[in-house]
């Protein structure tokens, strides 16, 4: 079992950054791809970006591309989503999931996720 904590969430104004981070404990941080995902409410999760065990690959959705920045520390065991001039169309929960094998774009591949936490962007 791995668990994931989120923190970071709060209300922000619009062009403002917001830096999210998750902790994970259970099991080898580093054996694990990790993702980050957002929802908005009546929305379905969307996937936001991954970052690949190492650290090395990162990937992100055309929405957040150029403005969102996905990091890990695996001494740490953390992962970490740096967020600039968000958008109140950001405004979501945001959660952070784990997969062990090949990671995708789609929530229900991850194996674990956070309980979320919530980002508020006003206008």
């Known amino acids: 079992q791995v668990q994931l904590i989120e923190s970071g969430g709060g209300l922000v104004q619009a062009g403002g950054s917001l830096r999210l981070s998750c902790a994970a404990s259970?099991?080898?941080?580093?054996?694990?791809?990790m993702a980050w995902f957002r929802q908005a409410p009546g929305k379905e999760h969307e996937f936001i970006g991954m970052?690949?065990?190492?650290?090395?690959?990162?990937y992100y959705a055309n929405s957040v591309k150029g403005r969102f920045t996905i990091s890990r520390d695996n001494a740490k065991s953390e992962v970490y989503l740096q967020m600039n001039n968000l958008k109140p169309e950001d405004t979501a929960v945001y959660y952070c999931?784990?997969?062990?094998?090949?990671?995708?774009?789609?929530?229900?591949?991850?194996?674990?996720w956070g309980q979320g936490t919530q980002v508020t962007v006003s206008s």
């Open positions: 970052i690949s065990w190492s650290g090395d690959s990162t």
């Open positions: 999931a784990a997969e062990s094998t090949v990671p995708g774009d789609s929530w229900d591949e991850y194996d674990y």
């Open positions: 259970g099991r080898t941080f580093s054996d694990y791809a």
